[in-house]
């Protein structure tokens, strides 16, 4: 004791952060972190909650005050209402035509409710880690080395929401100036809050009943159907304000109640809340009798959502609430946070953030690492994947290496490779292992547990994450305290050799204090303490030896920082020797990015991955080796490639990669797939390509006034296009067959109607839950045919027009045959969607309606002029005039004739075109 007592005698002790006054009134209607030391937790007291300041609204967002959110509706569609007694009725009786588009009609005195005088607020998450949770004996030091956070930049909870426009991110200006880093991020995920807020507004719902069962803990169900979309975006955990409405006299109930959201089923809408102070609402109105809460006579099942017996002698009277959601501003403060660490980190002249977030030539080292001799865990792996995972292993990149590749080249194979050999050639390492998403993140722990075992590998998850949402093979890797996921003892957590969490998750390591930053420091002054004289110059090794960031493509840059903030070393005196941490960045580009609220955010660069964004780099992007330079001769290597590009796929068939290829991956493809044939099916237009546009021009029709939308006519020519396949193909069964659709109202509806015909093996789903995913046959349904909701559709972020992502991401599911069923007509209007109907008219793969489209010879693929009978076309043509005139010309060597032969192949091409 008396040995700890002169350690922490002989340290200088910097004291946490104290919480930064009050949140901004601005952001009235978020959740705060709890308990957090660099971000305000409490609201201005005695502040009603009211709505946003005109100023805070959107163009688009005049309140419609439906069971639902109009973030999808165009604003055409929108009813003003003049006044409190005019209805749509009377805009009709006025000659006014309706729009069958147009969202519900509020009275003005909702749409004017004074607010309310008092909250009935839920007492906060408990903070975790809990506040007991200490990573050493020595529990002073753990703060030594923390980062003052708010010298930096305040909190974005402290500051209203800027309203200047920001340009893309300036890197020779963030390099100059760090604080310019921590600005430029801050004000972009401010925005990005602000836009929650926004549509959480517009996601106010009226008249709402709510149903609860006698037996239920204060537990209610209310009616969202919004969620099916995501719109309001709600998530277990999150708040709203329940607020009681007296029609018959006009009025609100005097107070509003806090509640917490324990439960969803999307499919039908219903979220499940717990309020505990919301039996005590109708107090404030004394005088009325009416209940404020409709007790149902059926009970509903929260895990199945169906009806269960009905129960007697229960109140079945009617009342209606107002519900406000609340916006939690928890994973925007985390972000914010570790875009403050870097930028001290930069401000500092930190070498490896300046190398991890702005990577130079000189930074890479000249000279290639000496190979070694790897026991492969996976034998099945390419040589370009064999040396990617050489490249991790021998560590010689004091840069982000990067492994890219489009859909089925096995770039998570290749990182769960590279975590195997890490641990088996490093018997020191400690590898944190990331993804942007849960379900990522269990894909890869599922890989890495077939050959680790439970002590070996931890899978961290957050205490709110529910067991059913976690595979039950990854339970054994997880830790359980008291009924929930929880944190281990730091002895137990510093053994395990492998820890995956998602990006967000990764900050419970910051909060824990099991971060290289604060770990590094306290050995700095331990070793200080102990060894006055050593001047600090000793060997220093981190805990996080590698960083590796599964599907990172789909992470906003603050996202990804979160972990890489875990990993970021303690800056250290230069003559002191310490291993180089190796960052490893794994996706694609190409595919779905992360999900941005905010369209200016977006416009300034919020939705850009790191990865995306260091490819831009000189140092990757101007490399011989590059995608973009892979069809170029004689250029020189000056350096090794801190990348691999993966080029061979093993999904699909080849003609089915000939679109992406062209559009997307600079013609560089390279067709591997073992277990695919060329399907024979009626349906084909030309059947040497498997490949169907069908062409559908029926209407789109919405629910809930555009919570979700729907097309009947596509439902059912997809039906007869999956009774088809599966008579005339035999060997291909229901559950080989994904109809893929960016509506889930569309899903729903579609499903029904192919189990009500038998199909119900035929998987169903939105394009976000197929990333990844491969199918033998996929028929992708776009459902949307008015031109009038595409601007809506661009500012929801939904829908397949002008999402090059998620266009990408649907046509690259297929292994052996792809169909499309849509408007051609209305798509072509998308440059993306125009390049796979130039390719599919000119190979005559089209059905349907006439196309008026201006054919070019835009987007031929190598793979196209493989495989397509334009090329077969155009060399029959050619065969005998060809032999007969080079016949005539012996007198040319090989090379002329070969010229001679290339240049009256594409004459003829043209002339055909």
Not at 362 to 368: L, T
Not at 442 to 464: E, F, Q
Request: net charge negative.
């Amino acid at each position: 004791m008396a040995f700890v007592l002169f350690l922490m005698s002989s340290i200088s002790y910097v004291p946490p952060e104290p919480p930064l006054g009050f949140i901004n009134l601005h952001w009235r209607a978020i959740v705060p972190p709890s308990l957090s030391t660099s971000h305000p937790t409490v609201h201005l007291p005695n502040v009603p909650l009211t709505p946003p300041h005109p100023a805070d609204r959107s163009p688009s967002s005049a309140r419609s005050a439906s069971q639902s959110t109009r973030s999808n509706v165009s604003t055409s569609a929108t009813l003003v209402t003049a006044g409190e007694d005019e209805t749509p009725l009377d805009h009709a009786k006025n000659g006014t035509r309706l729009d069958r588009f147009a969202t519900a009609y509020v009275p003005h005195w909702l749409q004017t409710l004074p607010p309310p005088t008092f909250t009935a607020t839920i007492p906060p998450s408990p903070p975790f880690p809990p506040l007991g949770y200490n990573p050493s004996l020595l529990s002073p030091i753990v703060e030594v080395g923390s980062i003052p956070l708010a010298t930096i930049h305040p909190s974005i909870l402290s500051l209203p929401c800027p309203v200047s426009h920001l340009g893309p991110l300036e890197s020779t200006k963030a390099v100059s100036n760090p604080t310019y880093y921590a600005e430029h991020f801050s004000v972009l995920l401010s925005l990005h809050l602000r836009q929650q807020t926004i549509e959480m507004d517009q996601a106010l719902i009226y008249n709402v009943p709510l149903h609860v069962s006698p037996r239920s803990d204060h537990i209610y169900r209310i009616h969202i159907p919004g969620i099916r979309e995501d719109t309001p975006r709600l998530a277990i955990g999150d708040r709203l304000l329940f607020r009681g409405l007296y029609l018959d006299w006009k009025a609100p109930s005097l107070a509003a109640v806090e509640g917490e959201i324990v439960g969803m089923i999307k499919s039908q809408g219903y979220v499940f809340v717990r309020s505990p102070n919301l039996e005590e609402l109708d107090k404030s109105l004394p005088r009325l009798n009416t209940p404020t809460v409709r007790i149902e006579t059926p009970t509903i099942d929260a895990g199945s959502g169906h009806s269960a017996s009905p129960e007697r002698g229960v109140d079945a009277r009617p009342a209606c609430f107002q519900i406000r959601f609340l916006v939690n501003s928890s994973a925007a403060c985390v972000m914010q946070d570790a875009v403050r660490t870097l930028s001290y980190a930069l401000r500092n002249e930190h070498t490896a953030s300046r190398k991890w977030l702005f990577p130079i030539v000189s930074d890479v080292p000249q000279e290639p690492a000496t190979p070694r001799d790897l026991a492969w865990v996976d034998a099945d792996l390419n040589e370009q994947q064999k040396d990617a995972v050489s490249a991790v292993v021998n560590r010689r990149h004091r840069v982000p290496f990067l492994v890219s590749g489009p859909p089925g080249t096995g770039k998570t194979k290749t990182l769960v490779e590279s975590v195997h050999q890490i641990l088996l050639t490093n018997p020191y390492a400690s590898v944190l292992v990331c993804a942007p998403s849960n379900p990522a993140a269990d894909t890869i722990a599922r890989r890495l547990a077939k050959h680790m075992a439970p002590g070996d590998m931890l899978r961290l998850n957050a205490p709110n994450r529910t067991f059913a949402e976690v595979p039950d093979d990854l339970l054994l890797h997880s830790y359980i305290q008291d009924s929930a996921f929880a944190l281990p003892p730091v002895q137990q957590l510093l053994r395990y050799r492998v820890v995956v969490t998602t990006c967000l998750d990764a900050n419970i390591l910051n909060e824990a204090k099991v971060n290289n930053w604060n770990m590094m420091g306290m050995e700095c002054e331990v070793h200080k303490a102990l060894h006055p004289r050593s001047h600090n110059v000793h060997p220093m090794f981190p805990h996080w030896t590698h960083l590796l960031i599964d599907e990172a493509a789909q992470a906003s840059e603050p996202e990804a920082l979160v972990p890489i903030s875990v990993v970021l070393p303690y800056p250290i005196h230069v003559d002191c020797p310490m291993i180089d941490i190796t960052v490893v960045l794994c996706g694609d580009v190409y595919q779905l990015g992360p999900v941005i609220s905010s369209q200016e955010a977006r416009e300034a660069g919020l939705d850009m991955s790191l990865l995306e964004r260091l490819s831009e780099r000189e140092v990757y992007k101007n490399h011989p080796l590059s995608r973009k330079n892979l069809h170029k001769r004689g250029l020189e290597v000056d350096y090794p490639a801190p990348f691999v590009n993966l080029l061979q796929n093993y999904r699909s068939i080849a003609s089915i990669l000939m679109v992406p290829a062209a559009l997307f991956y600079e013609d560089s493809l390279v067709a591997s797939a073992q277990d695919v044939r060329l399907v024979k099916w009626s349906q084909l237009p030309n059947p040497t390509i498997p490949i169907l546009f069908a062409g559908c021009e029926s209407e789109e029709d919405w629910i809930d006034e555009g919570a979700s939308w729907y097309n009947t006519g596509e439902i059912d020519r997809t039906l007869a296009l999956v009774q088809s396949i599966l008579v005339e193909i035999p060997e291909i069964t229901q559950k080989e067959i994904a109809v893929i659709t960016p509506w889930r109202e569309q899903v729903w509806k579609m499903r029904a109607a192919l189990r009500t015909a038998g199909y119900g093996g035929v998987d169903v789903g939105n394009v976000e839950t197929y990333q990844g995913g491969e199918f033998r046959v996929t028929i992708v349904s776009c459902v949307r045919s008015r031109e009038r909701f595409l601007e809506s559709d661009k500012n929801a972020n939904m829908g397949l027009f002008n999402e090059p992502k998620r266009f990408n991401v649907a046509i690259t599911r297929a292994k052996e045959l792809l169909v499309i069923v849509g408007n051609a007509n209305l798509l072509k209007l998308d440059p993306y969607w125009n390049g796979f109907l130039q390719i599919a008219l000119r190979n005559n793969l089209y059905v349907g309606p006439p196309v008026q489209l201006v054919r070019t010879e835009a987007y031929l693929s190598r793979i196209e002029w493989a495989v397509s009978s334009f090329m077969s076309s155009c060399l029959a043509g050619l065969a005998d005039a060809l032999r007969a005139q080079l016949r005539s010309e012996r007198g040319m060597d090989v090379e002329d004739q070969t010229m001679f032969l290339s240049d009256a192949v594409a004459r003829q091409t043209l002339r055909d075109e």
